[in-house]
C-alpha cells in the first residue's frame, strides 16, 4: 500500500475514533460541560492535561527549533515543564478545594469584584484565541502536506471534528477524545525517535542515545561529533547557546509561571473529584509530557547531526545533488528545504558561513524524519496522524475555555445572572460553535503576526493570572484594589514592552536596545515582578480584605470538605 | 472548622509552607541553577556523553521535577491524614 492510502486509513480511523468518545460522553448539563461532571480519574486527566497542553508546535516544531537552538532550547524544555511544578505544589489543589468553574471565577470571588472578573475573562479569551488560531494553521499544514488537500479544505475538515465533539461533548467529550488523542501523540513521536536513536548509536531508549557514543565506528560522542561539526561548519557549538545567562533565564521564568497561569490548563484540574486528585493528577500529566520532552531534545541532535552528514557527506565536502536521497526532493517541493549552488561545482553544502547553500525549515525535523531515517510508510502515516491528534487536542481544550468565558464569566455572572441551567448550556454550545467558525478563519487567512504574539499569550498569562491567582492563595488579607492594580500594572507593562519591540520598532529589536538584556519573549517575568510589587503597594495603603474572604481563602488551604466543582 | 483547634490550623499551614519552599529550593537549584546560570561551569564536568550543565539544561531537571511532584502529593497526603483533613 502507497503512503497516501495508508495516511487516510490510519488518520480517518483516528477521526472515527473521536467521533465515538464524543457520541459515547455528551453532555447533559453545564457541570458536564465545564467540567466533565468533576469526576475523571487523576490518571486519565494527567493524560489529558498532556494531550490538551502539547500543542501541534510542541509536536512539529519543537524539536526543529531545539536542533537549531542547541543549548538554548532549553528555555523550552525547562520552561513548558517547570511550570507544572508550580502549578502542583502552589495553585491546582487550592483551586480544585475553591470549587468553581473557571480561572475568572475564582478571581471574581476571591476578589470579591467585578472588575477584577471581567479583566481575568478578557485576559483568558486573549490569551486563548492567540493559541488556537495557530492550531487551526498546523491541522491545515499537516492535511496539505500528507493527504494532498489544500490548506483551506484541511481547515474546514479540522474544524468539523472538533465542532462536534466541543459542541456535542463539552468538557466531558473533550477529556476523553484527549485520552485518545494523547496515546495516538506520544506513540507516533516515539516510535520514530526509537529507530533514528537505534540507528545512530544503538540505544533503544532516545534518553540515553542523546549521551552515547556513535555506532559509525568511530567512538565518538554523538554530542562531542556535533559540537565539532558545528564549530567546524562555522556554527556555534551545539551545547553552548547563543543567548546571555540573564535572557535565558528570564525567557524560562517567563515561560514556566506563563504556563502555570494558562487557563486551559489549569481548568482541567476542575474535572477530578478530590483535592488529592488534583496532586497527583498534575504529577502524572508532567510525567506523560516527560516523555515527549525528554524525546525532543535527542530528536533534535539525532536529526541534526543525520542532516549535516546527508547534506554535507561524512567527509565534509557536500554531495552530488543529482545523487541526493529522495527526501530532500520530495520536501524541495514544499519549499522546507531549498539549495543554490553558489559555487557551481553541482554539491550541496550546509554550513553557518558564506559556504552555505542551503536554506533549511526547522519543521522539517520532526516530520521527514521517518524518511531521513527511512522507516516504514505506516511510521510516515502515523507521525500525520499524531501532528494532526497533536493541533486537534489543544484546539478543543482552548476552544471550551473561550465559550465558559463566554456564557459563564460574562453572561452568567455578569449580564444576566437568572439564566437556568438548560439555557446557560446552550449559550455555551453557541459561542463554542462561533469560536471554532473565528478559530478557523484566522487559520485559514493566518495573521502573520502569529509567532509574535504566542511571548504575548505567555507574557500576559505570567503577569496577570499567576501573581493574582498566588496572592489569593497565599496572602489571605490582600484586596481586591492591590490586586485589580497590579494585573493592570503586569498587563501594562509587559504589553508596552512586546508591543514596542515586535509591532511598532521590530528592527530596534536586538539586544543593545533590550532592558536589562531581557527579550520580550522573557519580559513576562519582570511583569510579574510589577504585579506583585504594586499589588503590595496599593494594599498597604487601602483596607485588607473583608472577614468572610479571609475565611474564605483558609477554607480553600485544607482539602477536607471539597465538593463538586459548581456555579453557587 | 475542619480542625481541631487553631493551633492545629497554624500548624498544618506551617508545615505546608515548609515543604513548599524545600521543594521549590530543589526545582529553583535543579533549572536556573545547574541548567543555567552555573551551566558553563558544570559543562567542565563530563557525564556520559554529555556535559553536565548541559545534561540538567535538556534532560535532568525535567526528571527531577517530575519526581518533585510525587513526592509533593505523597508528603501532603500524609499530612493531610496527620491533621485529619484528608477527604474520604
Given at each position: 500500500m502507497d503512503i497516501q492510502t495508508l495516511t487516510f486509513i490510519i488518520v480517518g480511523g483516528t477521526f472515527a475514533l473521536y467521533i465515538a468518545i464524543a457520541i459515547w460522553a455528551r453532555a447533559g448539563s453545564t457541570n458536564d460541560f465545564y467540567v466533565a461532571g468533576g469526576g475523571v480519574p487523576p490518571v486519565l486527566n494527567g493524560m489529558a492535561t498532556a494531550a490538551d497542553w502539547m500543542s501541534a508546535a510542541s509536536f512539529i516544531s519543537m524539536a526543529g527549533l531545539i536542533s537549531f537552538m542547541g543549548y538554548d532550547g532549553a528555555v523550552y524544555l525547562m520552561g513548558w515543564t517547570g511550570g507544572y511544578v508550580l502549578l502542583a505544589l502552589c495553585l491546582a489543589p487550592y483551586l480544585r478545594k475553591f470549587g468553581k468553574f473557571t480561572v475568572p471565577d475564582f478571581i471574581g470571588d476571591r476578589y470579591y469584584s467585578q472588575t477584577a472578573r471581567t479583566v481575568a475573562v478578557f485576559c483568558a479569551i486573549f490569551v486563548c484565541f492567540t493559541y488556537v488560531a495557530g492550531q487551526m494553521r498546523g491541522v491545515g499544514v499537516v492535511f496539505s502536506?500528507?493527504?494532498?488537500?489544500?490548506?483551506?479544505?484541511?481547515?474546514?475538515?479540522?474544524?468539523?471534528?472538533?465542532?462536534?465533539?466541543?459542541?456535542?461533548?463539552?468538557?466531558?467529550?473533550?477529556?476523553?477524545?484527549?485520552?485518545?488523542?494523547f496515546c495516538v501523540m506520544v506513540f507516533a513521536y516515539i516510535v520514530p525517535a526509537v529507530f533514528i536513536s537505534i540507528m545512530v548509536t544503538g540505544h533503544i531508549l532516545p534518553q540515553t542515545g542523546f549521551g552515547a557514543t556513535l555506532s559509525d565506528g568511530s567512538g565518538m560522542f554523538l554530542l562531542e561529533k556535533l559540537d565539532q561539526l558545528s564549530v567546524d561548519l562555522g556554527f556555534n557549538e551545539y551545547t553552548s547557546g547563543t543567548k546571555s545567562t540573564i535572557d535565558v533565564f528570564f525567557i524560562t521564568f517567563a515561560l514556566m509561571v506563563g504556563t502555570a497561569g494558562?487557563?486551559?490548563?489549569?481548568?482541567?484540574?476542575?474535572?477530578?473529584?478530590?483535592?488529592?486528585?488534583?496532586?497527583?493528577?498534575?504529577?502524572?500529566?508532567?510525567?506523560?509530557?516527560?516523555?515527549?520532552?525528554?524525546?525532543?531534545?535527542?530528536?533534535?541532535?539525532?536529526?541534526?547531526?543525520?542532516?549535516?552528514?546527508?547534506i554535507n557527506g561524512t567527509e565534509m565536502q557536500g554531495t552530488d545533488y543529482a545523487s541526493a536521497p529522495s527526501w530532500i526532493t520530495n520536501w524541495e517541493k514544499t519549499g522546507l528545504i531549498e539549495w543554490e549552488d553558489k559555487n557551481n561545482d553541482g554539491k550541496m553544502f550546509y554550513s553557518g558561513d558564506d559556504r552555505n547553500e542551503m536554506k533549511v525549515d526547522r519543521d522539517i525535523m520532526v516530520l521527514a524524519n521517518p524518511e531521513i531515517a527511512?522507516?516504514?510508510?505506516?511510521?510516515?502515516?502515523?507521525?500525520?496522524?499524531?501532528?494532526?491528534?497533536?493541533?486537534?487536542?489543544?484546539?478543543?481544550?482552548?476552544?471550551?475555555?473561550?465559550?465558559?468565558?463566554?456564557?459563564?464569566?460574562?453572561?452568567?455572572?455578569?449580564?444576566?445572572?437568572?439564566?437556568?441551567?438548560?439555557?446557560?448550556?446552550?449559550?455555551?454550545?453557541?459561542?463554542?460553535?462561533?469560536?471554532?467558525?473565528?478559530?478557523?478563519?484566522?487559520?485559514?487567512?493566518?495573521?502573520?503576526?502569529?509567532?509574535?504574539?504566542?511571548?504575548?499569550?505567555?507574557?500576559?498569562?505570567?503577569?496577570?493570572?499567576?501573581?493574582?491567582?498566588?496572592?489569593?492563595?497565599?496572602?489571605?488579607?490582600?484586596?481586591?484594589?492591590?490586586?485589580?492594580?497590579?494585573?493592570?500594572?503586569?498587563?501594562?507593562?509587559?504589553?508596552?514592552?512586546?508591543?514596542y519591540f515586535k509591532f511598532l520598532n521590530p528592527t530596534g529589536n536586538v539586544p543593545e536596545n533590550w532592558w536589562f538584556d531581557i527579550s520580550p519573549e522573557g519580559i513576562g517575568t519582570l511583569g510579574m515582578m510589577v504585579n506583585f510589587v504594586v499589588a503590595y503597594g496599593v494594599f498597604k495603603m487601602t483596607d485588607e480584605a473583608p472577614q468572610e474572604i479571609q475565611e474564605l481563602v483558609e477554607s480553600i488551604r485544607y482539602p477536607k470538605g471539597s465538593g463538586e466543582a459548581s456555579s453557587h | 472548622m475542619a480542625f481541631r483547634n487553631d493551633e492545629d490550623k497554624v500548624a498544618y499551614w506551617k508545615e505546608n509552607l515548609s515543604l513548599l519552599?524545600?521543594?521549590?529550593?530543589?526545582?529553583?537549584?535543579?533549572?536556573?541553577?545547574?541548567?543555567?546560570?552555573?551551566?558553563?561551569?558544570?559543562?567542565?564536568?563530563?557525564?556520559?556523553?554529555?556535559?553536565?550543565?548541559?545534561?540538567?539544561?535538556?534532560?535532568?531537571?525535567?526528571?527531577?521535577?517530575?519526581?518533585?511532584?510525587?513526592?509533593?502529593?505523597?508528603?501532603?497526603?500524609?499530612?493531610?491524614?496527620?491533621?485529619?483533613?484528608?477527604?474520604?
Open positions: 502536506r500528507f493527504l494532498e488537500v489544500d490548506i483551506v479544505t484541511g481547515v474546514l475538515i479540522g474544524m468539523a471534528i472538533v465542532f462536534f465533539y466541543t459542541v456535542l461533548g463539552g468538557m466531558k467529550g473533550i477529556t476523553y477524545t484527549q485520552v485518545a488523542q494558562l487557563p486551559h490548563v489549569i481548568v482541567r484540574f476542575f474535572t477530578v473529584p478530590k483535592v488529592s486528585d488534583a496532586r497527583k493528577s498534575a504529577g502524572w500529566a508532567l510525567a506523560f509530557i516527560a516523555i515527549v520532552y525528554t524525546t525532543a531534545p535527542s530528536l533534535a541532535a539525532f536529526a541534526r547531526t543525520n542532516m549535516i552528514e546527508t527511512n522507516l516504514p510508510a505506516w511510521v510516515i502515516a502515523l507521525v500525520a496522524a499524531g501532528g494532526v491528534a497533536a493541533a486537534l487536542s489543544t484546539s478543543a481544550g482552548l476552544l471550551l475555555v473561550i465559550s465558559t468565558s463566554v456564557s459563564h464569566d460574562l453572561l452568567k455572572r455578569n449580564f444576566a445572572p437568572d439564566i437556568s441551567d438548560k439555557a446557560e448550556l446552550m449559550y455555551a454550545r453557541l459561542a463554542a460553535g462561533v469560536a471554532i467558525v473565528i478559530a478557523g478563519y484566522f487559520g485559514v487567512n493566518p495573521p502573520g503576526f502569529v509567532a509574535q504574539v504566542v511571548a504575548f499569550a505567555f507574557g500576559l498569562a505570567a503577569s496577570s493570572f499567576f501573581p493574582a491567582i498566588i496572592m489569593g492563595i497565599f496572602s489571605k488579607r490582600m484586596n481586591d484594589k492591590g490586586a485589580v492594580a497590579g494585573m493592570l500594572a503586569g498587563i501594562l507593562f509587559t504589553a508596552s514592552y512586546i508591543i | 519552599t524545600k521543594l521549590l529550593v530543589v526545582w529553583f537549584a535543579v533549572s536556573f541553577g545547574a541548567g543555567i546560570l552555573f551551566a558553563d561551569a558544570l559543562n567542565a564536568i563530563q557525564f556520559f556523553g554529555f556535559k553536565l550543565g548541559f545534561w540538567f539544561a535538556q534532560q535532568g531537571a525535567i526528571y527531577v521535577f517530575v519526581a518533585l511532584i510525587f513526592i509533593y502529593m505523597a508528603k501532603m497526603n500524609a499530612l493531610d491524614k496527620k491533621y485529619g483533613v484528608n477527604e474520604d
